[in-house]
Nanobody, 126 residues
């Protein structure tokens, strides 16, 4: 059974950085593209960014492009979302997700992902 577990959320100030982790168990990480989504109170869950199984393919939402990055440690079965220059509007519950797709494909919508973590809260004070 594939399980994803996020960690690293917390309270930071605007302009700070934070790194979220997503550990996969029950399977090997290199078999999946990895994505990150977030959901703020009263809003729908939205796409943040994703990387293909091949780490040279990535895609980010316009709202975070240039500030956020994703990396993956396939040997360690862990992925990371590095968030820099955080804004108060980045505050949300962040979810990692895994999709079993081809090596170059970057899934960007929820229904493409078959596995989800439980979410981790990120709070950004102004």
């Amino acid at each position: 059974q594939v399980q994803l577990t996020e960690s690293g959320g917390g309270l930071v100030q605007a302009g700070d950085s934070l790194r979220l982790s997503c550990a996969i168990s029950g399977s090997t990480f290199y078999s999946y593209a990895m994505g990150w989504f977030r959901q703020a109170p009263g809003k729908e869950r939205e796409f943040v960014g994703a990387v293909s199984r091949r780490t040279d393919g990535e895609w980010f939402a316009d709202s975070v492009a240039g500030r956020f990055s994703i990396s993956r440690d396939n040997a360690g079965n862990t992925g990371y979302l590095q968030m820099n220059k955080l804004h108060p509007e980045d505050a949300a519950v962040y979810y990692c997700a895994a999709a079993r797709v081809g090596p170059w494909y970057i899934p960007r919508v929820e229904h493409e992902y078959g596995y989800w973590g439980q979410g981790t809260q990120v709070t950004v004070s102004s």
